[in-house]
């Protein structure tokens, strides 16, 4: 009996701790250098992409259980720490081709609001298992930014 009741308390205790930790909230969220990035297929660059937006939606949800009220960006990361934003810069930049060049400033997500970033998103849902930056590539063959 008593065996029974150290264990049921030794179960409740590990069960609590664990909820602690969970509680506290999400670890730090993993962001991706360029370098980390360039040699992703078009589906792996998805998944990081994902992961990132993914992470930050849930710390906002992890904000909001424990101080009741969401920031102002509402867990929205920024341009510069999405996967697809960040190699799209360094093609960019490899490329001799301007943000400006492509970018829609009418908007907050300049990079990913463009033509490029929806062309390369095109041809990367057609060809997951090609290389990202050979999308990249080929969209900016397709839009006339680079000769081929």
């Known amino acids: 009996m008593k065996t029974s009741i150290v264990v049921a308390l030794t179960l409740c ?5 664990l909820a602690a930790f ?3 909230g ?22 990081r992409h994902e992961e990132v937006i993914f992470a930050y939606h849930d710390a906002e949800i992890a904000h909001y259980r424990q101080a009741g009220a969401f920031h102002d960006d509402l867990g929205i990361p920024p341009e510069d720490v999405v996967p ?16 400006a060049d492509i970018a829609d400033t009418a ?13 390369v998103s095109g041809i990367c849902a057609k060809n ?6 050979d999308a990249m590539k080929q969209a900016a063959l397709n839009l006339g930014l680079i000769d081929g």
């Open 13 to 17: 205790a590990s069960a609590a701790g």
């Open 22 to 24: 969970v509680w506290s």
């Open 26 to 47: 999400p670890s730090e969220i993993r962001h991706y250098a360029p370098d980390e990035l360039a040699e992703l297929t078009c589906e792996g660059l998805g998944e």
């Open 84 to 99: 697809y934003a960040v190699l799209i810069k360094r093609f960019l930049r490899d490329n001799g081709i301007t943000e």
């Open 107 to 119: 908007s907050a997500t300049p990079i990913l609001s463009s033509g490029f970033y929806y062309e």
């Open 128 to 133: 997951p298992s090609w290389q990202a930056t």
